[in-house]
């Protein structure tokens, strides 16, 4: 790996916010953390955790530290984004019954002509 180079990070994506509910690996963490500042976000919000980020999280966060120094701490995903105007939410899991009732399943290609 080389030397970190002082570049200009992107810019534009001051009212984006990535939430993370209870994430089982610190590593990823980190891994968020890192992707989101190659992006120019740095709002990053996470439900069910401490704050204390441990060896492995700021190790695959690389350069991005600012970004786990800055973490906002959440009870709920209703307190993590009580500011957010629209919420897109994503995950691994595919739920039936009763939990489907607030969402509405797109492909990622679907998402910019629902936001529009």
């Known amino acids: 790996m080389g030397n970190h180079r002082k570049?200009?990070?992107p810019s534009g994506n001051k009212n984006l916010c990535i939430v993370l509910v209870n994430p089982e690996h610190d590593g990823n963490i980190g891994a968020?953390?890192?992707?989101m500042l190659n992006f120019g976000i740095?709002?990053?919000r996470v439900v069910g955790r401490s704050g204390e980020w441990s060896e492995e999280a700021r190790n695959r966060a690389k350069n991005a530290q600012v970004v786990l120094d800055s973490v906002k701490l959440a009870n709920s995903f209703t307190d993590a984004?009580?500011?957010?105007?629209?919420?897109?939410?994503t995950s691994g899991k595919r739920e039936d019954?009763?939990?489907?009732?607030?969402?509405?399943?797109?492909l990622?290609?679907?998402l910019p002509e629902r936001l529009s």
């Open 7 to 9: 570049v200009p990070l």
């Open 32 to 35: 968020v953390a890192r992707s």
């Open 42 to 44: 740095t709002d990053l």
């Open 81 to 89: 984004t009580s500011d957010c105007s629209v919420v897109i939410g």
């Open 97 to 106: 019954g009763d939990k489907t009732a607030m969402r509405h399943f797109l």
């Open 108 to 110: 990622p290609e679907e």
